[in-house]
């Protein structure tokens, strides 16, 4: 469950539990980049013309655009840390029932009762 301010524009990652957490998530996908990495390649689901257009070298392999750059997969891996890092340093609520226990549910960017959960 994804939780909102209907007054502002933030925003948390959804509730995390035993079964779901964007860590986890994120663990996972850093290490098939780091794996590819390790093995000097990357298979982005890059489009030709995108990698074209970025300039990083790239081979075509059954169908696939298979880029052979480290330096992209590390700013792979740069975004996702960004990216899970953001998403814990934004949630105010871990757990649902943190949430729904919280006798003061006010959205902590704007300060508006007006949360919504998606």
Request: glycine letters at 6%; one cysteine or more.
């Amino acid at each position: 469950m994804y939780l909102y301010c209907s007054d502002c524009d933030w925003s948390q990652d959804d509730f995390w539990s035993k079964d779901y957490n964007s860590l986890r998530m994120s663990t996972e996908l850093l290490q098939h980049y780091i794996d590819r990495m390790i093995e000097g390649m990357v298979e982005t689901g890059m489009e030709e013309e995108r990698a074209e257009q970025l300039g990083v070298p790239y081979k075509i392999v059954n169908g696939e655009c298979i880029v052979l750059t480290k330096d992209l997969i590390r700013e792979l891996v740069e975004y996702e840390l960004k990216t899970v890092l953001k998403k814990f340093q934004n949630m105010k609520w871990i757990t649902y029932k943190e949430f729904k226990d919280d006798p003061n549910k006010v959205c902590p960017n704007c300060g508006s009762k007006n949360l919504g959960i998606d």
